[in-house]
Nanobody, 116 residues
Framework: QVQFVETGGNLVQPGGSLRLSCAAS????????MSWYRQAPNKERVLVAA????????NYVDSVKGRFTISRDNAKNTVDLQMNSLKPEDTAKYYC?????????WGQGTQVTVSS
């Protein structure tokens, strides 16, 4: 039974920071790359950050590069997303999944709203 539980989303002012966390279970976490996706209202879900299985490499969509940092703890089966200098355009529901390819069932996500 695969499960992703995303937490940490909140309402935050522009320029603020949040740290999201994803607790994963039901698959071999340390054998899979992991990723964060987001879905804004009336838009498709898109990849924003990814990390290799060992944590040795990571990559980001251009719009978040330099502001977001993905990390993982294979002992705890968690993957985090540190989000700094948040912008209104970052407003979305955020989800985690495997990488490459989001091939497992989606969790409920966690809502990030950036607004004054």
């Amino acid at each position: 039974q695969v499960q992703f539980v995303e937490t940490g989303g909140n309402l935050v002012q522009p320029g603020g920071s949040l740290r999201l966390s994803c607790a994963a279970s039901g698959f071999t976490f340390n054998r899979n790359g992991m990723s964060w996706y987001r879905q804004a209202p009336n838009k498709e879900r898109v990849l924003v950050a990814a990390m290799s299985a060992t944590g040795g490499s990571s990559n980001y969509v251009d719009s978040v590069k330099g502001r977001f940092t993905i990390s993982r703890d294979n002992a705890k089966n968690t993957v985090d997303l540190q989000m700094n200098s948040l912008k209104p355009e970052d407003t979305a529901k955020y989800y985690c999944n495997t990488w490459p390819g989001a091939r497992l069932p989606w969790g409920q996500g966690t809502q990030v709203t950036v607004s004054s």
